[in-house]
């Protein structure tokens, strides 16, 4: 008799075959998990340092992949060089320029795809008083890409101006005193069209047009008595009466006798005695022609330019300082009362242990 021999729980010897395909498949699966960890670490994995200081990326206009490679080696914004290269190939970026807004931990996909939607952080200029256009310039070109010289270029270029209705002293005119965001990389141009744009915005506005037009003035001569009267006082409350002594010398066909008037013919900024420049012959001397000058003599700010369109109607024709350090200044009808405001002022100053 043979013995009775369970079978069941015997499995049968793998064979070669079976063993080779197991190899097979696990080293596939190890070459998939590499392959994928590949291309995580080129797409997804952070290129950009998780410390990154620098906030902004320039990138010149026309710069070509090396050199905006250049530009984010330079600027300590991407960590490896060859996985920015190959995701900007896979991406047919090829560069672009503009001023980038740079996020720390950015990979290298999504570093390449915000350079290539060109998408840019603008740029903050704050034009206020300034005093010439190439000073404007100079500001203007710390701000953006093009220097100074291109921008100066643009501005004495007459037939340009005349294209805007603008010459050159009336030049500063289309500059409203503002905060301006532009693109890093505007042109000279495109940063003037911004300028005549908000410049026709600000006289569409409020029925401005219209009070110049009530004044017998242009917008140019608006900006023009202005200028004056933003170089004159900072007393807001002030303005539109210093406006109306200066328009009331325009109507009487008096001389303007404006003091900011001769420093800008003089161009000595800092001039605290005036005299001596109150015979210079300048158009822009209002001691020596009478009538406004052909130009501002700076740019105006906006509560100047309306207390100029919101004159106040009065008879004065004469002011002086108070001094005694407020700002503010004495009004007159009459030359006797100006004299005696005059004499307050020296009182005041002496009081003040300035003397004169």
Known sequence: MQPNIRMENQQPEPTPKNSKLKAFLLVGLVAAAIAGYIAWSYIYKPNVPASLTKKHLLIPTGASLDQVVD????????????????????????????????????????????????????????????????????????????????????????????????NPATLLSVFIPNTYEVYWNTTPRKFMERMKKEHDRFWEADGRKAKAAALGLSQEQVYTVASIVERETNDKAEKPRMAGVYLNRVEQGWPLQADPTLVFASRDWEARDLAKYKDLDSPYNTYKYPGLPPGPISMASIPSLDAVLNREKHEYMFFVATGDGSGKHMFAVSYDAHKANIEIYKKNLIGRGLGL
């Open 71 to 166: 530009s984010l080696k330079a600027g300590g914004f991407i960590l490896d060089e060859g996985s920015f290269r190959m995701m900007a190939e896979r991406l047919s970026y090829k560069g672009r320029g503009g001023r980038f807004e740079i996020k720390p931990g950015m990979s290298s996909y999504h570093l390449v795809k915000h350079l290539r939607s060109g998408e840019q952080a603008p740029v903050k200029i704050v034009l206020v008083n300034e005093r010439l256009p190439e000073h404007i310039a100079a500001k203007v070109a710390k701000a953006i890409e093009p220097d100074s010289l291109a921008l100066v270029t643009l501005l004495n270029d007459t037939t340009y101006l005349d294209s805007l209705g603008l």
